[in-house]
Structure formats: C-alpha cells, structure tokens
C-alpha cells in the first residue's frame, strides 16, 4: 500500500484497522460503512474480514482518486524563511525613503516614530464616566406606563 496511495488515505485505513481490532468479533454488528460510503476506502468490518480471512488488502479496494496524488519525492533544502524576505523589503524602503526628497524622508520618519512610540503622540486612555444616564422616555410616546385602576378595598364586616 505504501507508495500507491496517498499518506490521508493509509491514515484512514489505519483509523479503521485499529477500530476493527479493539471491537473484535462485533466490527461486523458495529461497523457504520460510513468510511466506505464517504471515502470510498475498506471500512472496519471489510479490514476484519481481510484479516480473518488473511486476505491482503488491495488498492484496487480503494477510489483511484487515492493513487492519483502525486507524492514529491525531494525535499527541497532550504526552506523559506519570511523573517529573511521581510528584512530584505524593510531594507529595499530604506534605501527608497533615503532617495527620496525631506518632505517625505520627514513624514516617513515621523510614521515611523510614532508607530514604535505610541506614548509620544500624546494620547490617552478615555475616562469611563461611572453615572449611568438614559436617554429617557420621549414626549408623546406610544409606549407610556399604564395606569392600573384598583378598586378601593371594600369595607370589612363589622
């Protein structure tokens, strides 16, 4: 199976190999297919019989869509490093900004001042007003309270 199928689908076969194994006799009775059904790969009950019947198990079980992954071979030996590009651009605007005319050179500082200062630029956190004001109930609503009428209680029997 190595090297004719794809690392997802031998990861699924052995999920459910594994369930196969730990419910024994009963992978028939508690198999659900829904591996076979979603996959198109050997489910738990069909691994049980292969075993039992110490039949191998083919790819040709399988979906072709699981042999049709290419698998590069080559590692490639470098891999990419963002902090590397990334200090190259800085240093690419560097060089721009250094080129460029005062008036941009100053803008360009002062962003760059305020950014990595943010207590320079004289702000401060807002203060919380702790009062709690509502804006009140407008003239005319619809929505007003109403006024419950009670019967004044009548008289006790002397």
Same mark, same amino acid.
């Given at each position: 199976m190595v090297r004719k199928v794809s690392h997802a689908? *031998?990861? *699924? *076969?052995? =999920?459910?190999?594994?369930?196969?194994? =730990?419910? $024994?006799?009963? +992978?028939?009775?508690?198999?659900?297919?829904v591996v076979r059904a979603t996959h198109e790969i050997p489910c738990a009950c069909v691994l049980m019989q292969a075993?039992?019947?110490?039949?191998s198990v083919s790819s040709k079980w399988m979906n072709s869509f699981w042999s049709t992954l290419e698998i590069n071979q080559e590692v490639p030996g470098e891999l990419y490093d963002e +902090?590397?590009?990334? =200090?190259e651009y800085w240093?690419? *605007? @560097? +060089?721009? @900004?250094?080129? +460029?005319?005062?008036a941009t050179r100053a803008r360009v500082m002062r962003a760059v001042y305020e950014e990595l200062h943010p207590e320079a630029k004289g702000l401060t956190e807002p203060t919380v007003k702790k009062e709690k004001r509502g804006k009140g109930r407008p003239k $005319?609503? =619809?929505?007003k309270p109403k006024k419950v009428l009670i019967p004044p209680a009548a008289p006790s029997p002397p």
């Open positions: 689908c *031998l990861a *699924l *076969l052995n =999920k459910e190999l594994q369930n196969s194994i =730990k419910w $024994g006799d009963e +992978a028939m009775e508690r198999c659900t297919h075993i039992s019947h110490n039949d +902090a590397e590009e990334d =200090k240093e690419s *605007l @560097v +060089a721009e @900004v250094k080129n +460029a005319d005062p $005319g609503s =619809k929505n």
